[in-house]
């Protein structure tokens, strides 16, 4: 089954403890992007990938690092969490970017609580 | 930055009635995408819009570009208690960030 994987899906963890959300894809799609969503914001880009060793920040990359060594695996890396980065995380790919017609296909989201 | 402004943020409506939420730019959008999210779920893609003045039906759900690609509407018709969720509209910018305006919640009144 055609799948984006994201894990743990539940964290309650406290300021300052290093943490990695893993995102993984069975689709073979060459862009992959992070999100946060928050009441009232929508959702917001993070990191974004366009394939291999390829990365980019989003619109609220601040406080967050990824990785693309494997394309299919696409990790959310916070290395000294804080509050304000409590929130709900989606990871998300696509075959490709840009003006052709690829839609998202959206993990199940990962909440994330900082104490 | 590129914006993308949705409107209205929340919409109650009685079963059977129209929903319609719109999205609009400051700029020239290259394309427009609209995605539904039910409660507790996650995203997902609707339908892409391309072309300047481009109409799309699926059902009861109608999608518009506007002529000028700096906006566009998700119109459903004869809502049901199917329909309930948050209505996202995103676009890519030319940096290939990808937009996404900040939704409409649609609850109904049975």
């Known amino acids: 089954e055609a799948q984006v994987t994201q894990n743990p899906r539940y964290l309650i963890t406290v300021t300052g403890k290093k943490l990695t959300v893993t995102c993984s894809q069975n689709?073979?799609?060459?862009?992959m992007s992070w999100y946060r969503q928050d009441p009232g914001l929508g959702l917001r880009q993070i990191y974004y990938?366009?394939?291999?060793?390829?990365?980019d920040k989003g619109d609220v990359p601040e406080g967050y690092k990824v990785s693309r060594k494997e394309k299919r695996n696409f990790p959310l890396i916070l290395e000294s969490p804080s509050p304000n980065q409590t929130s709900l995380y989606f990871c998300?790919?696509?075959?490709?970017?840009?003006?052709?017609?690829?839609?998202?296909?959206f993990g199940d989201g990962t909440r994330l609580s900082i104490l | 930055g590129q914006q993308v402004m949705q409107i209205p943020q929340y919409q109650h409506v009685q079963e059977g009635e129209d929903f319609t939420t719109y999205c609009n730019s400051s700029?020239?959008?290259?394309?427009i995408q609209w995605y539904k999210q039910r409660p507790g779920g996650h995203p997902v893609f609707l339908i892409q819009?391309?072309?300047?003045?481009e109409v799309k039906k699926q059902k009861r759900l109608t999608f518009q570009f506007g002529e000028a690609k700096k906006n566009s509407s998700l119109h459903i018709t004869a809502t049901q208690t199917t329909d309930v969720g948050t209505y996202f509209c995103?676009?890519?910018?030319?940096?290939?960030?990808?937009?996404f305006g900040s939704g409409t919640r649609l609850s109904i009144r049975p």
């Open positions: 819009l391309v072309k300047s003045g």
């Open positions: 995103a676009s890519y910018s030319s940096a290939s960030k990808i937009i």
């Open positions: 998300a790919s696509s075959l490709s970017w840009g003006r052709s017609n690829q839609p998202q296909h």
């Open positions: 700029t020239t959008l290259s394309n």
């Open positions: 990938s366009m394939n291999v060793e390829v990365t």
């Open positions: 689709m073979n799609h060459e862009y």
